[in-house]
């Protein structure tokens, strides 16, 4: 029995995950246990949970791996400034310090973390490092169900690497061609998010919920695509691209772009983050969101090309883009398509354990009948009822316990079906950025005014921001366009023209606010304004508490779905403990909260008027 724990840190997405025999067992992220948003630091919280979950001390592990190698990257840095000098001297000088005290003695940094987790023998420490795209390909292919497959890998950068195509059969996985910095599809998206006034490695999805509103068929848009493609990247027909570095800034500079030539550009400034979205800010989200999927289709048609698969599995940071998977799976290049759900630099954790597991170690790939070996991403802590409990007598909460599966869900579908918000925590906590069920802010899609009350009044974010639906596997082409499950909330589809609503010739000319005020389908609140929706399928078996209460929304409704979003607000983590979940309840204008059996009631608690009392601060996401 080979038991590997694998580490993802020191960048952004901290997080461990443990495998045993090739299954993982355990995975969480760093952010979720110190309530700091994409934090950096060594997961000490989520390897302790991870060994705790399966029952392991550091000493009985086969190995520890990290997911790239800081080394290359040193490497890439050096020659980066060395290539660009005498730019960046600032930003090489603030860099190394950095680099000499943290990175380069990085071995003895995990060494030493790990002590502080749990003592062990440190030579008897087998620890092993993965490349970044290695990592991410790996983290994919050994969960997916195929026995063979392309493998497209793309983000911001790793060491060298910023995007890969590689072929898996059995437990072989082959590098055929990559890309390499500082030409990068996830660097050019970021630099958009950038210029629109979003923050790097988090806004990114705000700027794909952003695009929808840019008007296709206008003038500007379309000159928006021409000069990006004239200026700033030249998209080759393999998918690989080129960007100007006379436009940007990320390789050596404090920023990702030149501000004063993209204002330039674009014939606006940067957008701060405060001010208001106007059309030109939609209409150059939208354009870039347009390149981003020509490029994602081409090196998609490549990597076909390159391996004569019928079979991709997809990873790295853009593979959370969730519109260009929906473009990519219509577009039939690949007769199946799998998608990591911790696409990001959190999946890493998963992947270099499972590099070693049958790259070093030479195991055989497992099979499975199932969607994937990912277990619906459900594998982070769960809490009795003691703990419970525990959290309600030191909150003074008042709540009722309803034991039996059935009735609790009954009586959570009518508070849905009645126009309530309700916090819905369940069992494990999912790994990953999204929420599938278990830690998830509920409500009911037909509800028009529910997009609008979940942003502004628990949320607390931007009103454009879009949500999925969450519903039954069984009944999902019964409202969307779609042919596939999709549990991982990772492909965007049309919803069915049967559901929809009529738009006004002038739509596209309206503000951003006076579009949202217009009902589009009778799944209003999950029908983003291009009449598409990201679906979350939901499967008896993966999930089988959150598929009885859709069935019993169902049975009242007519419609076995809700709007699913993360029970977070902005800028904080997704909630990880009961605690976590009452503060946020108690902050919020939520009107329920559901704790495995446990039901609490707003408006019953003793507190309720006095919110400021429950309210943390966060940064801004």
């Known amino acids: 029995m080979q038991k590997i724990l694998g580490i993802s840190a020191f960048y952004h997405d901290s997080s461990a995950a443990i495998i045993i025999d090739g299954i993982v067992v355990a995975a969480a992220q760093e952010e979720r246990f110190t309530r700091i948003k994409h934090t950096a630091d060594f997961p000490a919280h989520s390897v302790r949970f991870c060994l705790e979950t399966a029952g392991l001390s550091i000493d009985e592990l086969d190995a ?12 890439r840095l050096i020659e980066t400034y060395f290539s660009f000098a005498p730019a960046g001297l600032l930003s090489f000088l603030k860099a190394m310090p950095i680099w000499m005290k943290e990175k380069i003695f990085l071995k003895k940094i995990i060494r030493d973390s790990l002590a502080e987790v749990g003592s062990y023998n440190n030579r008897k420490l087998t620890l092993l490092f993965t490349e970044h795209h290695l990592s991410h390909a790996a983290s994919t292919y050994y969960v997916s169900p195929f026995d063979e497959a392309a493998i497209l890998t793309i983000d911001g950068v790793g060491e060298w690497c910023t995007a890969s195509i590689c072929h898996g059969k059995g437990n072989e996985l082959s590098m055929l061609t990559e890309m390499n910095f500082p030409h990068s599809v996830g660097l050019l998206y970021s630099a958009f998010t950038y210029f629109l006034g979003f923050k790097v490695n988090s806004g990114e999805y705000k700027l794909m919920g952003l695009a929808p509103y840019g008007n296709p068929d206008s ?98 940071g853009v593979a959370l883009n969730c519109v260009a998977n929906g473009k990519l799976l219509r577009s039939e290049i690949f007769k199946e398509i799998y998608i990591q759900p911790a696409s990001g630099d959190a999946g890493g954790a998963i992947g270099a354990a499972l590099a070693a597991y049958y790259i070093y170690y030479r195991n055989v790939k497992l099979k499975t009948d199932s969607y994937d070996l990912m277990r619906g991403a459900y594998l982070g802590p769960e809490y009795s009822e003691k703990e419970i409990e525990l959290m309600c007598r030191k909150n003074k909460a008042i709540f009722k316990k309803i034991s039996e599966t059935n009735k609790l869900c009954t009586i959570v579908a009518e508070k849905i079906a009645e126009g309530n918000v309700v916090g819905w925590f369940q069992g494990r906590m999912e790994f990953g950025p999204r929420a599938l069920g278990n830690r998830s802010i509920l409500g009911d899609p037909r509800n028009i005014d529910m997009q609008q009350r979940i942003n502004i009044k628990i949320k607390y974010r931007e009103g454009f921001r879009p949500f999925a639906p969450s519903v039954l596997e069984e009944d999902v082409y019964q409202f969307f366009e779609i042919e596939n499950p999709s549990p991982y909330m990772l492909m965007v589809a049309p919803v069915k023209k049967e559901m929809r609503f009529d738009l006004p010739p002038d739509y596209m000319e309206k503000s951003l606010k006076e579009k949202l005020s217009f009902k589009r389908s009778r799944i209003q609140s999950v029908t983003h304004i291009d009449y598409s929706a990201r679906i979350q399928t939901v499967n008896k078996e993966t999930n089988p508490r959150y598929w009885q209460l859709l069935q019993s929304i169902k049975t009242i409704t007519g419609f076995g779905m809700v709007v699913n979003t993360s029970f977070n607000v902005r800028g904080e983590p997704i909630v990880c403990t009961p605690h976590d979940a009452f503060r946020c309840f108690m902050s919020t204008d939520m009107d329920f909260l559901v704790i495995n059996d446990y039901i609490f009631s707003k408006v019953e608690q003793t507190e309720w008027q006095n919110k400021e009392k429950w309210v943390l601060q966060f940064k801004e996401d």
């Open 64 to 75: 520890v791996v990290f997911y790239d190698k800081p080394l290359l990257k040193f490497e």
């Open 219 to 316: 003038t500007q848009t379309q000159a928006y695509v021409k000069t990006i493609k004239e200026n700033l990247v030249d998209i080759k027909d393999d998918g690989s691209i080129w960007l100007n570095q006379s436009y940007f800034s990320y390789a050596t500079g404090l920023r990702m772009v030149k501000d004063n030539l993209w204002n330039e550009l674009f014939g606006f400034h940067r957008r701060d983050s405060k001010s208001e979205l106007e059309q030109h800010h939609c209409n150059l989200a939208l354009a870039i969101q347009l390149v981003t999927e020509e490029i994602v289709i081409k090196m998609a048609v490549e990597a076909k090309r390159l391996t004569g698969s019928d079979n991709l599995c997809i990873a790295g």
